[in-house]
């Protein structure tokens, strides 16, 4: 299955542009699935079906619409199901499902379980209408950030303490809830490791739709970090909304020039390998499938599913320097906000508002880190092995 996840800044249309990308997707005997958390009514002339049960649009084309409100209700009625014996205990009231309200956060856990669920699903082509561009990030950042989270409270190793349980049990004379909280981290981190493993997969891409400006120059400069940071990699910039050339009126001839300039910067801006796709102005806010289909949203060269390189590769300088140089391509970072920390095995980034903490390649972990440098755009770390780890040659 290949994953296109639809994202940009605030107001810039990538609800139109992600269905626009989905419905020239579809064709007859294919499977194309759009999710998103917007009614998609008005772009398709009939609502969208919920996750579980996605509605046909088109020929080829379905679409789901992501609820957070009813899915809030139903894990939190579950939740409180499974742990009825913990909540008796505890002498909690059980909370009925009307008088519920979604809490913040929820949106996301929301969109997280549709993930999953469509990349258990037989499709072609699955589109994904993501929030706007900085919480786009931090939700596709969530997954392997709240995994490491279960490994640490809930080490695999230590689950050897469900076997106490019963004895436990005997002694308190009360029922121990140790193998229930395991069996739901495991859960957890099997519907997480979905989401990840989708996100990771080489047939995912990023598509950002941007109204050229500067507002929208400015947020793409600040996201291009956080995207190389996350290893997530970009197929194309849509650049929506695009005004004829030929305009009379000077209010309008200064919007064009703003925009080709933006346009110009750009192309020089982001590598030959992501396309910047201009798609016109409708000049109306596009409503129905006849709208979408004048919307050129499919880029030439947009594409995914191919073998891609290591993006973070390890140099290995020993025999001339004695050190390997572990390469983070970080585009648009700045010095004086970046922050690098070796803990255990891990590595800690920071790259201005983003934040990432990476396992150490196997080699560098018998290694310490002896310095590190920004330049052009590369993060380069180096690394001097260790003595009393690394293997000696007799």
């Keep these: 299955m290949r994953t296109v996840l639809v994202t940009g800044p605030g107001g810039a249309g990538r609800t139109t542009i992600a269905a626009a990308t989905a419905l020239a997707a579809a064709r007859p005997g294919g499977r194309v699935l759009l999710l998103s958390a917007h009614p998609l009514g008005d772009l398709f002339g009939t609502p969208a079906g919920p996750p579980d049960d996605p509605a046909p649009v088109r020929d080829g084309l379905w679409a789901a619409r992501v609820d957070s409100g009813a899915h809030f209700r139903t894990e939190t009625l579950s939740f409180q199901e499974r742990a009825a014996t913990a909540l008796e205990l505890l002498g909690a009231r059980k909370l009925a499902g009307e008088e519920l309200t979604e809490l913040p956060g929820s949106e996301q856990s929301a969109l997280l379980h549709a993930l999953r669920r469509a990349a258990a699903g037989d499709w072609d082509l699955l589109v994904v209408d993501l929030p706007p561009l900085r919480d786009a990030l931090a939700l596709l950042a969530l997954p392997e950030q709240l995994r490491r989270y279960l490994r640490r409270l809930l080490p695999r190793e230590r689950q050897a303490a469900r076997a106490l349980r019963p004895v436990m049990a005997q002694l308190a004379g009360i029922p121990m809830p140790v193998q229930w909280l395991y069996e739901t981290a495991a859960r957890w981190d099997a519907e997480l490791a979905a989401v990840q493993s989708l996100v990771e997969d080489p047939g995912t891409t990023l598509r950002l739709v941007a109204e050229p400006g500067p507002a929208a120059a400015e947020a793409l400069r ?17 650049a929506n909304r695009i005004l004829p050339g030929d305009a009379a009126d000077p209010w ?25 796709h201009p798609v016109g102005h409708l000049g109306r806010d596009p409503r129905g499938p006849d709208d979408l289909a004048l919307l050129d949203s499919a880029p030439e060269g947009a594409t995914a599913g191919s073998p891609v390189e290591d993006p973070w590769p390890v140099e290995d300088r020993l025999a001339e320097e004695n050190l390997f140089v572990w390469c983070l391509p970080l585009p648009g970072a700045v010095k004086s906000e970046l922050a690098l920390v070796r803990r255990d095995d891990e590595l800690l980034l920071t790259v201005g508002p983003f934040r990432r903490i ?25 690394f001097t092995p260790d003595p009393d780890l690394w293997p000696r040659a007799h």
């Design 358 to 382: 990476v396992p150490l390649p196997s080699a560098l972990r018998r290694c310490t880190v002896t310095g590190a440098a920004l330049t052009d755009g590369v993060l380069r770390v180096r």
């Design 252 to 276: 309008l001839a200064t919007l064009v020039a703003q925009q080709r300039k933006c346009l110009d910067a750009w192309h020089e801006e982001w590598p030959p390998g992501t396309p910047v």
């Design 222 to 238: 600040v996201a291009r970090t956080g995207i190389a940071l996350h290893g997530l990699r970009v197929d194309a910039l849509v």
